[in-house]
């Protein structure tokens, strides 16, 4: 049975790569991308998000989102991602205009129209059009199946100028605690995962051979994270494709329920009373063989 997918996004280097991996699984059934303020701005995540979807082939409606965090301003992440958040990699334009019909609405919209439990979201951003779908439409939060979401850091230091905390959660604090402490059932991959699923110049080297335009975007891509912020680097980590991944894969993660709550100013996973499911490891040969092979087929 297929999958039924919305994927939350703001593109990024990674989240390209994970949703050009997904749009390629016949078990993957992606409805739409919705997009959010994170890695760069709303404005270019949405424009990048409808590119993406072009060079996959695929007519899929972008719906735009929440262009900053909730109570405070954008932060993005112009090292990494570079200034138009794909690390200057030619992408086609998107194949339509982005959707008139917002993301909070969509999601909406869509959750009601289809079965209850049909419905799963990949969540490779900030969680701020999660918590305004839940604040703003719970009936349709209700109908989620599952949140599959990249983000934070348990027994890892974080990624965040220095800080214990991911980025993903803490570039919205408030929006991942309101989403980390509603009790959906809901499995966060944190650094503590992603950090072990690493690219290195062979396996692009290898992606590139492979020669579909999918697999030869990700070389590309991957070759832009080298050059961004780590030219002394050996490999990259390959945070957001862990959440196709685990959709796909789920026997190659290590999956612990933690008790944790997120620290509401800063973001941070600390100890605290709300359960949560965390992949706290993975195998990453077997999946980085099954991302390869993926966009390659
Ligand atoms: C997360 O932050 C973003 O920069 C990446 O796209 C990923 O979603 C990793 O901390
Ligand atoms: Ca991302």
Same mark, same amino acid.
């Given at each position: 049975?297929?999958?039924?997918?919305?994927?939350? #996004?703001?593109?990024?280097?990674?989240?390209?790569?994970?949703?050009?991996?997904?749009?390629?699984?016949?078990?993957?059934?992606?409805?739409?991308? #919705?997009?959010?303020?994170?890695?760069?701005?709303?404005?270019?995540?949405?424009?990048?998000?409808? $590119?993406?979807?072009?060079?996959?082939?695929?007519?899929?409606?972008?719906?735009?989102?929440?262009?900053?965090?909730?109570?405070?301003?954008?932060?993005?992440?112009?090292?990494?991602?570079?200034?138009?958040? /794909?690390?200057?990699?030619?992408?086609?334009?998107?194949?339509?205009?982005?959707?008139?019909?917002?993301?909070?609405?969509? /999601?909406?919209?869509?959750?009601? #129209?289809?079965?209850?439990?049909?419905?799963?979201?990949?969540?490779?951003?900030?969680?701020?059009?999660?918590?305004?779908?839940?604040?703003?439409?719970?009936?349709?939060?209700?109908?989620?199946? $599952?949140?599959?979401?990249?983000?934070?850091?348990?027994?890892?230091?974080?990624?965040?100028?220095?800080?214990?905390?991911?980025?993903?959660?803490?570039?919205?604090?408030?929006? %991942?605690? $309101?989403?980390?402490?509603?009790?959906?059932?809901?499995?966060?991959?944190?650094?503590?995962?992603?950090? +072990?699923?690493?690219?290195? $110049?062979?396996?692009?080297?290898?992606?590139?051979?492979?020669?579909? %335009?999918?697999?030869?975007?990700?070389?590309?891509?991957?070759? %832009?994270?080298?050059?961004?912020?780590? +030219?002394?680097?050996?490999?990259?980590?390959?945070?957001?494709?862990?959440?196709?991944?685990?959709? @796909?894969?789920?026997?190659?993660?290590?999956?612990?329920?933690? %008790?944790?709550?997120?620290?509401?100013?800063?973001?941070? @996973?600390?100890?605290?009373?709300?359960?949560?499911?965390?992949?706290?490891?993975?195998?990453?040969?077997?999946?980085?063989?099954? @991302?390869?092979?993926?966009?390659?087929?």
């Amino acid at each position: 049975a297929q999958m039924r997918v919305i994927i939350d #996004t703001d593109p990024g280097i990674d989240d390209a790569i994970a949703i050009l991996y997904a749009l390629r699984q016949p078990e993957i059934d992606v409805a739409a991308l #919705t997009t959010v303020a994170g890695n760069i701005g709303l404005s270019v995540t949405t424009d990048n998000a409808g $590119r993406i979807a072009a060079l996959a082939g695929v007519a899929l409606p972008v719906h735009p989102g929440a262009a900053a965090p909730l109570g405070r301003d954008p932060a993005p992440e112009l090292g990494i991602h570079g200034q138009d958040g /794909l690390g200057g990699v030619i992408f086609p334009d998107p194949l339509a205009a982005p959707s008139v019909t917002g993301a909070v609405s969509a /999601l909406a919209e869509l959750l009601m #129209t289809e079965p209850a439990g049909s419905i799963d979201l990949f969540c490779l951003a900030p969680l701020t059009n999660i918590a305004l779908l839940l604040d703003t439409a719970p009936q349709a939060a209700a109908r989620i199946r $599952r949140i599959i979401a990249m983000g934070g850091a348990v027994d890892e230091p974080g990624n965040f100028r220095g800080t214990r905390a991911e980025f993903n959660l803490a570039h919205d604090p408030q929006a %991942a605690a $309101r989403v980390l402490h509603a009790g959906l059932d809901l499995l966060l991959i944190p650094l503590d995962a992603t950090r +072990q699923l690493r690219a290195d $110049r062979a396996y692009l080297n290898q992606l590139r051979a492979s020669h579909t %335009a999918p697999a030869i975007a990700c070389a590309d891509l991957i070759e %832009a994270y080298f050059t961004a912020d780590a +030219q002394t680097a050996e490999s990259r980590p390959l945070h957001d494709p862990c959440v196709p991944l685990y959709a @796909l894969h789920p026997e190659l993660f290590r999956v612990e329920t933690r %008790a944790l709550q997120v620290d509401p100013e800063t973001g941070a @996973l600390d100890p605290g009373p709300h359960p949560i499911k965390v992949a706290m490891g993975l195998g990453a040969s077997g999946l980085r063989a099954a @991302l390869k092979t993926g966009l390659a087929c």
